[in-house]
């Protein structure tokens, strides 16, 4: 009876403390597309302000720029999503925004069970190889790289979940010519009153 019970005990001592630690980990992109008056003055402004901000470039061409910023504390992500709108909305008229929010926190608590099962298995399968005699040593030595690559792949992979939940990615656009109302006017300025804060909100509703 109590061996029947036991993988099954093993799977949630592995899978809880992973569950209890958990915590949201989101990836937030920003995306903006804006008619700037001059379009080489705003990338540059652009880049000088996310190096200001310790963030960096990431991608550049003639008529887009991606930047990578650092997230603040949460209890502050509202306000600095703010003030990379304001920010941005400095260097020209609104013509269109979004915003992108991606929890990974399940995705990472399934790759810490899966790099605790690997690591033991590696374990054990290095103390085989200590007692192992010569016509078993071959097949042992294919097996252990075998999991050292998978482990190294799970490990990677959480690396860049990781990393993409500390780093706001914000992705501008210009274009050349804004629509024009019927009186000759930008069509689109009056959206700038409408900020990604209060558009966050409606996705969360």
Request: charged share 25%; net charge neutral.
């Amino acid at each position: 009876m109590k061996s029947k019970l036991l993988p099954g005990m093993l799977a949630m001592l592995l899978i809880l403390p992973a569950a209890l630690s958990s915590v949201p980990r989101e990836q937030i992109t920003l995306g903006f597309a804006i008619q700037a008056p001059n379009r080489e003055t705003a990338l540059r402004e652009l880049k000088r302000w996310a190096e200001s901000e310790k963030g960096f470039l990431f991608a550049l061409s003639d008529s887009h720029i991606a930047l990578r910023i650092p997230a603040k504390a949460a209890d502050r992500a509202g306000d600095h999503l703010e003030e990379i709108e304001k920010k941005v909305l400095s260097l020209g008229i609104l013509m269109n925004r979004s915003v992108q929010r991606t929890d990974h926190s399940g995705r990472i608590a399934e790759l810490d069970v899966a790099i605790r099962v690997k690591e033991k298995h590696l374990d054990d399968l290095q103390k085989l190889a200590g007692d192992a005699g010569l016509s078993q040593t071959l097949a042992l030595e294919q097996e252990l790289n075998r999991v050292q690559t998978e482990l190294e792949k799970l490990k990677g992979e959480r690396r860049l979940l990781i990393e993409s939940t500390r780093l706001i990615d914000v992705q501008v656009s210009f274009s050349y010519t804004p629509p024009m109302n019927p009186a000759g006017e930008p069509g689109f300025g009056w959206v700038n009153g409408a900020g990604v804060f209060e558009l966050m909100r409606g996705f969360g509703e």
